[in-house]
């Protein structure tokens, strides 16, 4: 369904914002004693700009978009589904989080964000992933106002 299609498509945008890069601290020593080198801090992936995709769950399959925004380690902005099967659209927000290349997100396509049968219903989904230079690939799972609990979500977003 379009509302279960609508959780998977804002959980694949998420995941496709978060993109890790290694950044590194240096360790130090003393004149007394040495102490071990500290573990490199990687830098958090820029999310920023537009990731496409596709994104399947138990629902089906779509293709999704998302529009995304960062400021340090958080994420947010919009996302677009397209259902495969029927050609309902739905519109929603994506956010999260990125440490180095992993993300967390959270898609919420709100009750009027599809078009056709679909107006009344609403969906929420959350999950994780990973990021790849321009590549971005999760898991999600979630739940929708019309047809309950969307699972086995899988989200691949490239950048643009």
């Not at 998977?8 to 950044?23: E, K, N, Q, S």
């Amino acid at each position: 369904m379009i509302p279960t299609r609508l959780s998977r498509a804002l959980a694949v945008a998420a995941i496709l914002i978060a993109v890790g890069t290694a950044g590194c601290s240096g360790g130090g020593s003393s004149s007394s004693s040495p102490s071990s080198p500290t573990s490199p801090t990687p830098s958090p992936a820029n999310l920023t700009g537009s990731w496409s995709g596709t994104a399947t769950d138990s629902s089906g399959s779509g293709l999704m978009t998302w529009s995304l925004s960062q400021s340090a380690t958080s994420f947010s902005g919009t996302l677009t589904l397209t259902d495969n099967g029927t050609g309902t659209k739905a519109t929603g927000t994506v956010s999260g989080s990125v440490s180095g290349n992993s993300i967390t997100f959270s898609l919420s396509v709100p009750q009027g964000g599809a078009d056709g049968s679909f107006t009344s219903c609403s969906a929420t989904a959350s999950g994780q992933g990973t990021v790849s230079g321009s590549s971005l690939s999760g898991s999600y799972a979630g739940s929708n106002s019309c047809s309950g609990t969307v699972s086995s979500g899988t989200v691949t977003l490239s950048k643009q």
